[in-house]
C-alpha cells in the first residue's frame, strides 16, 4: 500500500503539490474564522448535571441584571491607619463620582456601612462588568478607565486605592501572558532551524518544517471553525496555541522521520526518486500508526464530561489527520523533486558517519539489555512514586507577579474581610412549586447558612424579582480557589446547605469554589476514563502494526509509566523543592496531550526500526542495537525540538506557566531519551522473538515485489 503511494507521489509530484494549493485556497478561502465558535466560558464546559451549573443558571435568570463579571475597588488610608467615619464618607462619594462618570461597560458601584471591613483597615465598592462573555476586550478597557478615573478624585484625601478581581488581575499580566507565548512561538522556530540545521546543515530542510507546519495551520483552523459551525461545538480560546504546538511538535516528528530515512536511502546508492518510495514504504506505515494512535488518543477526549476537553479532541483529531495526509502527500512531492537539493549545501549526507554517539548507546543497549532496562526502569519508578503526593492547584492568581495592583489589593481586602471576600459562595434559595418564599423561610435560611462549615461571614439575603428565588452570598474563611475551600464545599458545606432549607424549599451552592469543586470531581472522573480508554486503544494499534499481542502490552505499559514519572517529576520540584501547596490542575490532561499522546510517537519510531532490523535477519539484541543507532538521532532530534520549546516556558513570570513547561519538556525528555531509546529496545532484546508472538513480525517477508522495492539500487 505504501510502496504504491509512494510511486504515485513521486510519479506525480507537480499535480501533487498543485493540488495542495488549490485545496488550500479554497479551504482557507471557504471556512469560517476560529473565533466564531471560540468560548472562554469555565462552568459552560461542565455537565448540567452539576450543582454549580444550576446554580448558575437559576441566579442568571433570577438575577438578570447580575453582571458578568465584578471589578471590587478597595480604599485604604495611605498611612495605614484606620478608616474614620471622613473617610467613609468620601469614599461613598468617590463611588458617585465614578458612577457619574458613566464609564462603558460598568454599573452598580456599590458601598456603605457593609463594606467596610470589621478593623476598619479598608473599604470596598462592588463594580459590575457588563459584557456579552467573560473574555470580552471591553472589560479590560474598563477597568483600565476605572484606574485612571480613581487617582483624580482621590488627589489630596489621605486615601489610595486599588482596583482587585479576575479582569483586574488578567489587566495587569496581559503583557506577561503575551510575550511567555510569543516567546514561545519564536522559540519554536529557532529550536526547530537551528537544531535541523545542525543535523543537516541545509536552510532548506531547516525551513521546510516550518513553512509545512504554518500551511497545516491555516488548514487546520478552517476545517476545526466548520466542523464547530456544523456540529454546534464551542472550543476554547487557548486551543489556537496548542494546535500550534500540537502541529509543530507531531508535524516536526513527521519529517524528520522522512528527511533521516531520505538520507539513509541516499546514503545507500538510491535515486532520489527510488530513495523517497523507499522511504514513504518504510515510514509510511510508522507514520500512520504513529498518527492513528495520536487521533485515537485526542477522540478519547470526547468521552469527558468536561466540554472543554470534549471539544478539544475532535479539533486536535483533525489537525493531526491534515498533517498525516501531509506528511505522506506533500513533503514527500517536495522533497523527491529536490532531490538531494533538500541537503543542500552540505555533502555530509554523501558520508555514513562512524563512531557515533547513537552508535555507542546502540551498542551498549545491544551488550547489556538487561542493565539498561533495569537503570531506566529504576529512574520511571522513582519519579512516578512522586504522583503519591500529587495535589491539585486552582489558585492561579497566587502563581502571578504579587507586586501588579490587583494583587496588592486583593491583599488588602483578604486582610480586612474573610478570605473568601473576592470569590464568594453563592447559595440560592427556591421554593420546588415556584411559590413566593415567605420572610420567615429566607431570613431562617440566611441565619442557617451563616453557621454552616468555613463560612466567615454571611451578606445579607438578597430577594429576586422572582418571589420563589433568594441569594445569601457567603465568604469563606479559607481562600476561595484553595484545595481547602474545595475540599470544604464539596464534602462539608453542600451538605449543610441543603439541610438547612426549610420544607417545601430546595437550596443549591454556587460561585467560584463550587465551580472548582465540580471540575475537580468532572476531572477525576475524565482521567479514570480517558487513560485506560486509550490506553487499550493505542494497544489495538500497535497489536495491528506490529501484528503481535506481547509488545503493545509493555509498550502501554512504558507510556503510563513515563505518564506517572512526568507528573511525579513535576510534584517533586514545584511540591517539594519549591513549597508550593500543589501543581496546576491542568496539568495531568496537558501531559496527556502532550506526553501520552505524542510521545507514543517516539515508541512506534523505535519499534518499527526494531521489527524492521530484525525482519533483515539481526538477532534480538543486535536489532536493538541497529535500532537505537539508526532510529536514535530521529528520536533526538524531535524530542529535544518538542522539549526546548516548552523548556522556554520556565523563564515566564508565572508559576502555572513554570510548571507546565517543565512537565512537558522534563516528559518529553523522558519519553524520547529513557523510554524509547534506553527501556523499550532494552526490553524488546531482553524478550527476544516472544515480543513478536503469535505473528512473526520479526520474520523477513517473502513478497518478490517489497523486496525489489526495498533493495533496490538507485
Known amino acids: 500500500m505504501f510502496e504504491r503511494l509512494g510511486r504515485f507521489v513521486v510519479g506525480r509530484a507537480w499535480w501533487v503539490i498543485a493540488g495542495w494549493v488549490l485545496a488550500a485556497a479554497a479551504i482557507i478561502a471557504t471556512t469560517p474564522s476560529l473565533s466564531d465558535i471560540t468560548s472562554a466560558d469555565q462552568e459552560s464546559f461542565l455537565p448540567r448535571s452539576y450543582e454549580s451549573v444550576q446554580a448558575t443558571e ?132 529557532i529550536l526547530i532551524i537551528g537544531l535541523i540545521l545542525i543535523i543537516f546543515r541545509s536552510p532548506i530542510a531547516a525551513l521546510l518544517p516550518v513553512v509545512v507546519v504554518g500551511v497545516v495551520l491555516s488548514i487546520t483552523t478552517g476545517l476545526v471553525a466548520a466542523a464547530g459551525k456544523a456540529f454546534d461545538l464551542s472550543v476554547s480560546q487557548d486551543l489556537q496555541t496548542i494546535l500550534l504546538i500540537v502541529l509543530f511538535g507531531i508535524g516536526t516528528d513527521y519529517i524528520l522521520f522522512l528527511l533521516f530515512r531520505y538520507r539513509e536511502r541516499l546514503r545507500a546508492g538510491d535515486d532520489k526518486r527510488t530513495a523517497m518510495i523507499v522511504t514513504v514504504q518504510r515510514v509510511g506505515e510508522v507514520i500512520t500508526s504513529a498518527a492513528g494512535a495520536v487521533i485515537v488518543a485526542f477522540l478519547v477526549l470526547l ?42 549545501p552540505s555533502k555530509a549526507w554523501q558520508r555514513t558517519p562512524k563512531a557515533t554517539l547513537s552508535h555507542r548507546l546502540g551498542t551498549t543497549v545491544g551488550r ?55 470569590a464568594p459562595t453563592e447559595v440560592y434559595l427556591t421554593t420546588t412549586n415556584r411559590s413566593p418564599l415567605t420572610e420567615q423561610q429566607v431570613n431562617d435560611f440566611a441565619a442557617a447558612v451563616a453557621k454552616a462549615p468555613g463560612v466567615g461571614q454571611a451578606q445579607p439575603p438578597e430577594r429576586s424579582t422572582d418571589p420563589s428565588v433568594a441569594r445569601v452570598n457567603l465568604l469563606l474563611n479559607e481562600n476561595p480557589v484553595s484545595n481547602e475551600a474545595i475540599t470544604l464545599v464539596r464534602e462539608d458545606l453542600r451538605g449543610a446547605v441543603h439541610a438547612s432549607a426549610p420544607p417545601g424549599t430546595r ?150 506557566l513554570q510548571q507546565m513547561g517543565f512537565a512537558v519538556a522534563i516528559g518529553i525528555v523522558l519519553s524520547a531519551f529513557v523510554m524509547s531509546m534506553f527501556f523499550v529496545p532494552a526490553l524488546t532484546a531482553l524478550i527476544g522473538h516472544k515480543a513478536w508472538w503469535p505473528g512473526h513480525g520479526d520474520e523477513r517477508p517473502t513478497s518478490g515485489r517489497h523486496a525489489r522495492a526495498v533493495d533496490q539500487p538507485g
Open 58 to 189: 437559576l441566579g442568571q435568570k433570577a438575577f438578570p441584571q447580575q453582571a458578568t463579571a465584578t471589578a471590587v475597588i478597595v480604599v485604604k488610608r495611605a498611612d495605614g491607619q484606620k478608616l474614620t467615619p471622613a473617610d467613609e464618607a468620601k469614599v461613598g462619594q468617590l463611588a458617585q463620582a465614578l458612577k457619574a462618570r458613566n464609564i462603558p461597560h460598568t454599573s452598580g458601584y456599590l458601598t456603605g456601612p457593609p463594606a467596610v471591613a470589621p478593623d476598619k483597615s479598608v473599604q470596598i465598592i462592588n463594580v459590575g462588568l457588563d459584557a456579552p462573555t467573560p473574555d470580552d476586550p471591553t472589560l479590560l478597557d474598563a477597568v483600565r478607565d476605572l484606574r485612571a478615573d480613581i487617582g483624580p478624585e482621590l488627589a489630596n484625601s489621605g486615601l489610595s486605592a486599588g482596583v482587585a478581581g479576575d479582569v483586574a488581575s488578567f489587566v495587569d499580566n496581559e503583557d506577561t501572558f503575551n510575550n511567555a507565548f510569543a516567546v514561545v512561538g519564536i522559540a519554536t522556530i
Open 507 to 656: 437550596a443549591l451552592v454556587g460561585g467560584t469554589t463550587a465551580i472548582f469543586a465540580d471540575i475537580n470531581s468532572a476531572n477525576n472522573r475524565d482521567l479514570s476514563v480517558i487513560l485506560p480508554v486509550a490506553a487499550g486503544l493505542i494497544a489495538l494499534i500497535l497489536a495491528l502494526l506490529l501484528r503481535s499481542l506481547v509488545a503493545p502490552i509493555y509498550l502501554v505499559i512504558a507510556v503510563l509509566l513515563n505518564f506517572a514519572a512526568t507528573l511525579g517529576a513535576t510534584v517533586y520540584l514545584f511540591q517539594g523543592l519549591q513549597g508550593e501547596p500543589g501543581v496546576t490542575f491542568q496539568l495531568p490532561i496537558i501531559l496527556y496531550l502532550f506526553v501520552v499522546a505524542i510521545g507514543t510517537d517516539y515508541n512506534i519510531l523505535m519499534i518499527a526500526r526494531l521489527r524492521e532490523e530484525a525482519r533483515e535477519g539481526s538477532e534480538p539484541h543486535e536489532a536493538a542495537a541497529i535500532g537505537v543507532q539508526h532510529a536514535g538521532p530521529t528520536v533526538a532530534a524531535a524530542g529535544l525540538i518538542l522539549a526546548g520549546t516548552f523548556a522556554v516556558l520556565l523563564l515566564a513570570p508565572i508559576s502555572f
Open 303 to 344: 468521552l469527558a464530561s468536561l466540554g472543554f476537553f470534549g471539544s478539544l479532541g475532535p479539533a486536535l483529531a483533525i489537525a493531526v489527520g491534515v498533517m498525516l495526509v501531509t506528511s505522506l502527500t506533500l513533503v514527500p512531492a517536495v522533497v523527491s523533486l529536490l532531490g538531494r537539493y533538500v541537503f543542500w
Open 368 to 422: 547489556r539489555p538487561a542493565l539498561v532496562a533495569a537503570i531506566s526502569g529504576v529512574i520511571l519508578v522513582a519519579l512516578a512514586a512522586g504522583v503519591l503526593s500529587y495535589k491539585a492547584d486552582y489558585d492561579f492568581s497566587a502563581g502571578f507577579p504579587q507586586d501588579t495592583e490587583s494583587a496588592k489589593a486583593a491583599q488588602d481586602l483578604q486582610r480586612g474581610f474573610a478570605a473568601g471576600a473576592l
